[in-house]
């Protein structure tokens, strides 16, 4: 462990009022470089909570298991790919691994959010909207990336980290982050209707009553 986190474990060993320490970020998902910070959440009893704190790469946010528990939806990769240094209750581990899971319904949310900017994107496209095209395919991307860690039972850590884990779609997913083709974005879903259709979320699809099969067909070439 860097001497940073060790001396700060042993200082909220010795505080009466915290409970626990928890390292996320890049550290804490393996992707840390030379100038990666080492974030710390500084898990106390109770509120009030005093203000961050900075010490030379060491960023301590203080926090409460309340707080992490309840995180909002933008805060959960975070929680979810954190690394739990002491847990004197017992709870942040708890914490960890339930933010990592994904609910039915949120990923027939993000399949959704990617159909509906897909369609945004290949009609832009269509009508020869060129900005609008990337635009909307590039947003499509966040939602794809995040779903295709949901079809496989977790969250999705930060765009950051997707590198590497996105399976044997990731060229194609990278391809057309890059090139913005219409073409390639039709190949894709292809791909993704029948994975999603395959986990039981057929009826996301479905329930778009022929417009995606209608976009899908759109001449490009």
């Known amino acids: 462990m860097e001497p940073e986190l060790n001396d700060l474990l ?3 060993r010795s505080d009466p009022e915290a409970v626990g320490l928890v390292l996320f970020g890049s550290t804490a998902a393996g992707s840390a470089d ?3 910070d080492l ?3 500084y898990v106390r009893r109770a509120e009030p909570l005093p203000r961050r704190e900075r010490r030379g790469r060491l960023e301590i946010i203080p926090a409460t298991v309340a707080g992490l528990r309840d995180a909002p939806d933008w805060l959960k990769p975070a929680v979810a790919y954190a690394r739990v240094l002491w847990d004197d209750t017992g709870e942040l581990d708890g914490v960890v691994a339930a933010a990592r899971e994904v609910t039915r319904e949120e990923t027939a949310a993000l399949y959704d959010a990617y159909l509906n900017d897909l369609y945004r994107s290949l009609k832009a496209w269509r009508r020869g909207n060129e900005l609008a095209g990337r635009v909307e395919c590039g947003r499509s991307l966040r939602f794809l990336g995040e779903l295709l860690f949901a079809l496989d039972g977790r969250r999705a850590p930060y765009p950051k980290e997707w590198a590497g884990r996105l399976g044997d779609l990731e060229p ?3 391809e057309v982050a ?3 083709s219409p073409t390639l974005q039709q190949r894709l879903c292809v791909v993704v209707r029948e994975r999603a259709a395959a986990a039981g979320y057929a009826h996301v699809y479905d329930d ?3 417009d995606i099969d209608r976009v899908l067909a759109f001449p490009f070439d």
């Open 39 to 41: 974030d710390v959440w």
């Open 178 to 180: 890059r090139t913005g």
């Open 34 to 36: 030379e100038e990666s």
């Open 10 to 12: 042993a200082e909220a």
């Open 208 to 210: 778009w009553d022929g």
């Open 172 to 174: 194609l997913v990278l």
